[in-house]
């Protein structure tokens, strides 16, 4: 499953990377997916991180 964050709804919190900085990381003040990591949607940490982003802007699909 992929997972991806819609810059137009991040604000740059930081807390994905906090929780997760394996997958994520912050690219010109926003959070971001770390290249190759894209497919990790399905990791229970990934989808633990987008329940407890604040805007809801990582988005799991696939
Ligand atoms: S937790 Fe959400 S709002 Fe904060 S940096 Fe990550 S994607 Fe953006």
Known sequence: MKVTVDPELCYGSGDC???LPTVFTVVDGF???L???EGTGADPLV???ADKCPSQAIRIEG
């Open 35 to 37: 290249p190759g990591r």
């Open 31 to 33: 959070g971001a997916v």
């Open 47 to 49: 989808r633990d991180a």
């Open 17 to 19: 990377v906090y929780r």
